[in-house]
């Protein structure tokens, strides 16, 4: 949205300002859950822009959730410092009330060591997403379908990669019984999915995968002064293993839009949700999750999200999902080879067009911290695009040391709930435990289940896994119901 009237400011109640070319440019809030765009090659200034966009959300009350690749987007937490070319872009675009603040920032990082533990438990990642996390081929995918489908039609929850690889012994060890039901599992196949699961521990994705388990509730807190918690992931780390990367963005997003109930087109956003590094969701993603994908980026914003996607290129972006985002900053491209030029013919032609400049030749012009912008207008259309300068961040730019970010975890509240795991003895002890525990309260039940395994042959070898499964479909199969129901990209139906 352009406005040719008023005084750009940080505070607005026009919108959030994005920068200014011949007109100052806006994100409405009321649109912001239609999605956006953020694309340019590197070094161009993405950084900023997304920078800028989380501080006004978090000044309007909105959460924001955002990966930090290179450690740049820390500086969240602390106020910017004084830098003359700082007064100097605030100046040209003029923007008054330019000034410096930090914002009330929460630290996450799946390894524990740059902020709260953030995990998951392997029945809530389900099946389709560990899948591909594991990499496996068609016939090893549908096995792991089937073991899940075992456990999620006893009510029976898998917490760890332990429960998991119990389940799988399980139903190797059972397989004749359970052809009937689940189609064959093979021996070889489940050796296979034990084998990626030994990789997936070596890669540190154990420590993801486990109790305490996310609230997702916790990412939707406002700070001090009512201002949305910056929910930042550290990744650094995490980006050496780019499809856990991608997975545990993705199943993030499956959460929200599995969880949050529906609330049409609200003033604002619930939530704003960045996916940086957006290339590493797509690259060699079959047929099937993307269309996955695009189902729950179209649906999610009537639950309130606005998802912001974030790459070098626009052609990382499938042509389904980005003609679904309609706020779109696009910084400079490098028309070097083949494919660079086409990226910018096909990121100037998505543009509503401008009669004063010629957006396929703009692009590759570009200077740093500046950009083609197309915002939604009042009715959602799409606005003219804007050669805009971007307004400056009033949080620092650039990392934060480590003392600074261990005074911001240490002042969170959620420490106590996730920097420590409850998992201190193996899985399948504390699930036993468990299902003894409600066995002996439900007498009749367990009475049933002796009657209903009197006429099955069993081996001297029975052993604790064995046990383990029945005990655990008795106890956990009492508490969530009969069955475990799962959504669109395999999450639980909590509901």
Known sequence: MSETTGVPSMTTDQGIFIGKGENPVYLLPRLANRHGLIAGATGTGKTVSLQILAEDFSRRGVPVFMADVKGDLAGLSQPGTEHPKLRERAATIGLEDYHFEAFPVVFWDLFGEQGHRVRATVSELGPLLLSRLLELNDTQ?????????????????????????????????NARDLQLRYGNIAAASIGAIQRRLLVLEE???????????????????????????????????????????SIFLLWLLSQLFEELPEIGDPEQPRLVFFFDEAHLLFDDAPKALLEKIEQVVRLIRSKGVGVYFVTQNPLDIPDAILGQLGNRIQHALRAFTPRDQKAVRAAAETFRPNPAFDAGEVIKELGVGEALVS????????????????RPPASRMGPVTPAERAAVIAASLLGKRYDQSVDSRSAYEMLKERADRAAAASPTQDKADRKAGAGTSHSNRQGVVEAMVKSVVRSVGSSLGRSIVRGILGSILKG
Request: proline fraction near 3%.
């Open 375 to 390: 915002m939604l207008g009042g009715k959602g259309t799409p606005g003219m695009v804007e050669r805009t300068l971007i």
């Open 203 to 245: 890669q540190g994705a154990e420590q993801f995968l486990g109790e305490p388990a996310l609230d997702l509730l916790d990412f939707m807190r406002n700070g001090a002064g009512g201002y949305g918690n910056i929910n930042i992931l550290a990744a650094d780390r995490l980006m050496r293993n780019p499809s856990l990367y």
């Open 141 to 173: 995918e549908g096995v792991l379908y089937a073991v899940f489908k075992l456990a999620d039609d006893n009510g029976m929850l898998l917490l760890d990669l332990k429960d998991l690889r119990a389940l799988l012994v399980f139903a190797g060890e």
